[in-house]
């Protein structure tokens, strides 16, 4: 089971990260850092959060 989060950027636009990513996330966009890695779950440092998703 796969946990996924919908994060949209400041420059609008809404990216799928997976949840423990183990490299940093930039948008594909404008290329603004969205997450970083922690070892675990990631931490959202450029965007907001709209959804949550486990497939």
Not at 10 to 18: I, K, W
Not at 28 to 38: A, D, N, P
């Amino acid at each position: 089971m796969a946990n996924f989060m919908l994060i949209k950027c400041e420059c609008g636009n809404e990216q799928v990260v997976y949840e423990r990513a183990t490299l940093r996330v930039k948008c594909k966009v404008c290329g603004k850092v969205l997450t970083e890695s922690s070892g675990g779950k990631v931490i959202v440092v450029g965007g907001t959060v709209i959804k949550e998703k486990v497939e």
